[in-house]
Protein backbone atom coordinates (compact mmCIF):
# COMPACT_ATOMS: atom_id res chain seq x y z
CA UNK A 1 0.00 0.00 0.00
CA UNK A 2 1.22 3.52 -1.09
CA UNK A 3 -0.05 6.57 0.71
CA UNK A 4 0.30 10.08 -0.26
CA UNK A 5 -0.49 12.79 2.07
CA UNK A 6 -0.90 16.61 0.87
CA UNK A 7 -2.60 19.96 2.05
CA UNK A 8 -0.18 21.56 3.78
CA UNK A 9 0.69 24.89 2.83
CA UNK A 10 1.50 28.03 4.91
CA UNK A 11 -1.05 29.70 7.09
CA UNK A 12 -1.50 31.85 9.76
CA UNK A 13 -2.54 31.35 13.62
CA UNK A 14 -6.17 30.69 13.60
CA UNK A 15 -6.43 29.41 9.88
CA UNK A 16 -7.89 25.88 8.96
CA UNK A 17 -6.07 23.80 6.71
CA UNK A 18 -7.33 20.24 5.37
CA UNK A 19 -4.64 17.65 4.87
CA UNK A 20 -5.73 14.38 2.78
CA UNK A 21 -3.99 11.11 2.43
CA UNK A 22 -4.79 8.64 -0.35
CA UNK A 23 -4.15 4.77 -0.72
CA UNK A 24 -3.11 3.05 -3.50
CA UNK A 25 -2.55 -0.60 -4.10
CA UNK A 26 -4.74 -1.26 -1.62
CA UNK A 27 -7.61 -0.76 0.55
CA UNK A 28 -7.80 1.95 3.21
CA UNK A 29 -10.99 0.04 5.08
CA UNK A 30 -8.60 -2.56 5.93
CA UNK A 31 -6.16 -0.46 7.83
CA UNK A 32 -6.54 1.84 11.05
CA UNK A 33 -5.03 5.23 9.91
CA UNK A 34 -3.15 7.65 12.01
CA UNK A 35 -1.84 10.93 11.89
CA UNK A 36 1.76 12.14 13.33
CA UNK A 37 3.88 14.67 13.14
CA UNK A 38 7.23 16.09 13.27
CA UNK A 39 8.31 19.54 14.76
CA UNK A 40 11.22 21.48 13.90
CA UNK A 41 13.92 19.27 15.87
CA UNK A 42 12.01 17.38 17.72
CA UNK A 43 10.61 13.58 17.42
CA UNK A 44 8.11 12.43 15.23
CA UNK A 45 4.58 12.25 17.69
CA UNK A 46 1.19 11.25 17.89
CA UNK A 47 -2.04 13.19 16.35
CA UNK A 48 -4.60 11.58 15.82
CA UNK A 49 -6.03 7.88 14.67
CA UNK A 50 -9.14 6.99 13.02
CA UNK A 51 -10.04 2.70 13.67
CA UNK A 52 -10.37 0.26 10.81
CA UNK A 53 -13.33 -1.63 13.12
CA UNK A 54 -16.23 0.85 14.01
CA UNK A 55 -14.06 4.34 12.91
CA UNK A 56 -13.78 5.34 16.44
CA UNK A 57 -11.30 8.54 17.00
CA UNK A 58 -8.95 9.54 19.13
CA UNK A 59 -6.63 12.58 19.71
CA UNK A 60 -3.52 13.40 21.08
CA UNK A 61 -4.48 16.26 23.74
CA UNK A 62 -2.80 19.24 22.32
CA UNK A 63 -5.66 19.20 19.19
CA UNK A 64 -8.57 17.87 20.80
CA UNK A 65 -11.48 20.08 19.92
CA UNK A 66 -9.90 21.56 16.68
CA UNK A 67 -8.71 18.61 14.61
CA UNK A 68 -10.70 16.52 13.44
CA UNK A 69 -9.96 12.59 11.43
CA UNK A 70 -12.24 11.30 9.56
CA UNK A 71 -12.43 8.54 6.13
CA UNK A 72 -13.76 8.34 3.42
CA UNK A 73 -13.11 4.39 2.75
CA UNK A 74 -14.93 4.84 -0.80
CA UNK A 75 -12.66 7.27 -1.75
CA UNK A 76 -9.34 5.52 -0.24
CA UNK A 77 -8.87 9.26 1.59
CA UNK A 78 -8.36 9.50 5.53
CA UNK A 79 -8.73 13.74 6.25
CA UNK A 80 -7.32 15.64 8.78
CA UNK A 81 -9.30 18.72 9.40
CA UNK A 82 -7.32 21.48 11.50
CA UNK A 83 -8.85 24.21 12.96
CA UNK A 84 -7.57 27.31 15.09
CA UNK A 85 -4.07 26.23 13.94
CA UNK A 86 -1.49 27.57 16.40
CA UNK A 87 2.67 28.02 15.60
CA UNK A 88 3.17 24.79 17.64
CA UNK A 89 1.20 23.20 15.30
CA UNK A 90 4.23 23.55 12.46
CA UNK A 91 5.80 20.62 11.65
CA UNK A 92 6.07 17.52 8.99
CA UNK A 93 2.51 16.04 9.15
CA UNK A 94 2.70 12.34 7.90
CA UNK A 95 -0.25 9.86 7.43
CA UNK A 96 0.24 5.88 8.69
CA UNK A 97 -1.64 3.12 8.37
CA UNK A 98 -1.48 -0.45 10.18
CA UNK A 99 -3.22 -2.81 12.47
CA UNK A 100 -2.34 -1.83 16.12
CA UNK A 101 -4.38 -3.55 18.91
CA UNK A 102 -6.46 -0.80 20.28
CA UNK A 103 -3.15 0.03 23.44
CA UNK A 104 -0.91 0.39 21.43
CA UNK A 105 -2.67 2.91 18.78
CA UNK A 106 -0.22 6.04 19.24
CA UNK A 107 2.45 3.68 18.74
CA UNK A 108 4.49 4.57 15.66
CA UNK A 109 5.67 1.05 15.52
CA UNK A 110 2.65 -0.36 14.89
CA UNK A 111 2.05 1.02 11.53
CA UNK A 112 3.42 -0.94 8.77
CA UNK A 113 2.55 2.48 5.69
CA UNK A 114 3.80 5.48 5.78
CA UNK A 115 3.12 8.42 3.57
CA UNK A 116 6.16 10.83 2.07
CA UNK A 117 4.69 13.89 4.62
CA UNK A 118 3.69 17.36 3.64
CA UNK A 119 4.48 20.88 5.36
CA UNK A 120 2.75 22.53 8.22
CA UNK A 121 3.72 26.08 8.82
CA UNK A 122 1.16 28.57 10.90
CA UNK A 123 3.27 31.99 11.30
CA UNK A 124 1.74 34.16 14.25
Known amino acids: VQLQAFGGGLVQTGDSLRLSCTAS????????VGWFRQPPGKEREFVAVIRRSGGSTYYTNSVKGRFTISRDNAKNTVYLQMNSLKTEDTAVYYC??????????????????WGQGTQVTVSS
Open 25 to 32: GGSFSAYT
Open 96 to 113: AAGNPILSATTDQTMYYY
